[in-house]
């Protein structure tokens, strides 16, 4: 930075710490890291500041003031997203406005299945309120202990519980938002059924703060779950995996939770992570699906899964098995689809994908995207796993160890290009649940058609208009 930008820089500071006061204020390069890094440490920026509200007003004010300084906001919750929609961009022109402040359960009813929380709860802190209370919050997703509500609404998080209760979207029953100007939009009730024209809370949800700071959540309850069987099960591939989902659909209903495929790599990379898992089944069938099943009542979920089991095992659709005996045992299997991250970043960089095609074709998908990826990349460990029954599936690319910086960003580069360009013959969705970013959004804006292009360009301008909120996430609008 020239001196008369760094003296820029310090006025700008000053400023918003005198109008909002230095408890609200980061300026502290050091300090600013964990909120200028992205969750995979891929990518560190700056930041004029820092600022963390502690309300609602004190949020419209932060945005207030900002406006009139000229400086462009990016919203953060978390910051566990995937997709860089949470990290600056533009160090000298832009602040994070993070709401980890704003923490509070407002209410919880257990009479109305609802809550209001605060964007700034963590979502396992959520999660155990509304257990506490005798009720139980449909998203969760394995950042659960670090993300925030205000994140998951804003990219509309998707999760392993999906196939049971919907994207964070259909959790959501109202918002407080502050829009770009500072102005605060209430719609937090609690209403099922509201049909007075367009829903406008759908608006900022998916939108990755791009129209404005979700402040707090109105969020939908279910029962507590008081049955809960989870079961680990060896298959002969992806397509018998997904042949077995359509059985467990038809014959375990609504009451299936959770339907995940992994890959036996997924076991190594897990065990790389944490060396003292034990996997309870042997590691030599082509694929494995983590399945459960969940209910309260008057159902037998153990007897249902039981002799939903017996079935496909007697039709060859499952190879072995293993059924949880305890809460324990169940965390246990689970540690496995969790620690399969960890393992694959302690690899270093890597490519990371989420897409998603029709469940009729994602077996036929996957295959054509391997065969691709062992073709160009032949010394590179290649894994697909995911939620299977909702389309959704991480293909992801591991280079060799001896693979050099340079190499590596070639590999991530040209094998995210080879699975795009499948994704594309499939119709598929080059993002399923992580959102757009500023990391996808060549790509994104690369195939969108035109009709949308030009609403989602009105919408940001009518409501953004100098593209104050997030710019360069998702789309980029001219002003």
């Not at 959501?172 to 938002?177: A, D, Q, R």
């Not at 009542?297 to 190879?319: K, P």
Request: glycine share 8%.
């Amino acid at each position: 930075m020239t001196s008369s930008a760094i003296a820029h820089t310090a006025d700008l500071q000053a400023a918003l710490v005198r109008r909002l006061g230095a408890a609200s204020v980061i300026t502290d390069p050091q300090d600013q890291v964990r909120y200028c890094r992205d969750w995979h440490g891929d990518v560190t920026s700056g930041a004029v500041a820092v600022l963390r509200p502690d309300s609602t007003q004190a949020v419209a004010e932060a945005v207030r003031v900002c406006a009139e300084l000229g400086l462009a906001v990016v919203p953060q919750g978390g910051n566990t997203g995937l997709v860089l929609g949470a990290t600056p961009d533009d160090p000298q022109h832009q602040v994070v406005l993070t709401l980890e402040r704003m923490n509070r359960v407002r209410s919880m009813d257990p009479g109305d299945f609802s809550a209001v929380v605060e964007a700034g709860c963590v979502l396992q802190q959520v999660q155990e309120a509304a257990e506490d209370a005798g009720m139980f919050l449909g998203l969760s997703l394995g950042a659960e202990g670090s993300c925030q509500i205000g994140g998951n609404i804003s990219t509309n998080a998707g999760g392993i519980n999906v196939l049971r209760y919907g994207m964070a979207r259909e959790q959501v029953l109202g918002l407080e938002v502050v829009l770009p100007d500072g102005t605060i939009l209430d719609a937090l009730g609690t209403l099922r059924k509201d049909n007075r024209g367009i829903d406008i809370k759908q608006l900022f949800i998916g939108a990755e703060g791009i129209l404005g700071v979700v402040t707090a959540v109105s969020l939908k309850l279910h029962p507590r779950p008081e049955q809960v069987e989870t079961a680990l099960l060896g298959v002969d591939s992806l397509h018998t995996a997904i042949a077995l989902y359509r059985r467990a659909r038809r014959d375990c209903c609504d009451l299936m939770t959770a339907f995940e495929f992994m890959p036996p790599s997924a076991f190594m990379l897990a065990r790389e992570a944490i060396p003292s898992l034990t996997l309870p089944i042997a590691m030599d069938h082509p694929g494995y699906v983590l399945m459960e099943l969940s209910g309260s009542g008057l159902v037998d979920m153990r007897a249902l899964l039981d002799r939903f089991l017996e079935n496909v095992m007697a039709d060859e659709l499952v190879r072995d098995g293993v059924v949880a005996a305890s809460r324990a045992q169940a965390a246990n299997l689970w540690k496995f689809r969790e620690a399969m991250n960890e393992g694959q970043a302690q690899r270093g960089a890597h490519l990371r994908t989420d897409v998603s095609v029709s469940l009729s074709q994602l077996s036929s998908f996957v295959e054509q995207a391997e065969t691709r990826l062992r073709a160009e990349f032949p010394d590179c460990l290649t894994l697909s796993y995911g939620h299977v029954g909702d389309g959704n599936v991480h293909i992801n690319v591991i280079p060799p160890a001896s693979a050099d910086a340079v190499e590596r960003d070639r590999v991530i580069h040209d094998a995210k290009d080879c699975i795009n360009a499948v994704i594309d013959e499939f119709r598929g969705s080059i993002s399923a649940e992580h959102g757009i970013g500023r990391l996808k959004r060549p790509e994104f804006e690369a195939r969108i058609s035109d009709p949308r292009r030009q609403l989602l360009t009105a919408i940001k301008r009518a409501i953004d208009p100098d593209g104050r909120l997030n710019p360069n996430c998702q789309i980029r609008c001219n002003a």
